[in-house]
């Protein structure tokens, strides 16, 4: 399972043309899932997410958690695109949508976080805040 974390000051989603998410001051996730990813492997990378010491103390440094900020989630199978051969990606390391769906979903609920619609063609719209990004790999 794969994630890219972004700190952000707000971030939306959207499919074909309609907001399905927005928030404030928090996190954007690009959650890709890899065949063989499972339960587990979905509740400790939600785990790590909420637990990261990404914001700011009072002193300025990176020493707070998420905390009350929010999550925005979206499914990005591509985080498993490999292009080492050619120049189109290969995604035969992603799950299929029948495996990855109930993985989304469980990682967003236990974060309690906005989604986009899983398996659709979204625009996202951030504003990375620092910028912060991080990749997260179990």
Do not use: H, W
């Not at 927005?22 to 785990?47: H, K, N, Q």
């Not at 990682?107 to 976080?113: I, N």
């Amino acid at each position: 399972m794969r994630a890219v974390v972004q700190r952000v000051s707000r971030a939306t989603v959207r499919v074909d043309g309609d907001e399905m998410a927005t928030i404030g001051p928090g996190l954007l996730v690009l959650l890709g899932i890899r065949d063989g990813d499972g339960e587990s492997e979905a509740d400790r990378l939600a785990d790590k997410v909420r637990t990261l010491r990404l914001f700011d103390d009072a002193e300025g440094r990176m020493n707070e958690a998420l905390g009350e900020r929010e999550v925005l989630c979206v499914s990005q199978f591509t985080l498993y695109g490999d292009a080492r051969k050619g120049n189109r990606p290969s995604y035969v390391a992603a799950a299929r949508p029948e495996t990855a769906r109930p993985l989304y979903e469980r990682f967003c609920a236990r974060l309690d976080a906005a989604t986009g619609v899983f398996g659709a063609r979204m625009e996202v719209e951030l504003t990375n805040d620092g910028p912060v990004t991080l990749l997260l790999e179990l």
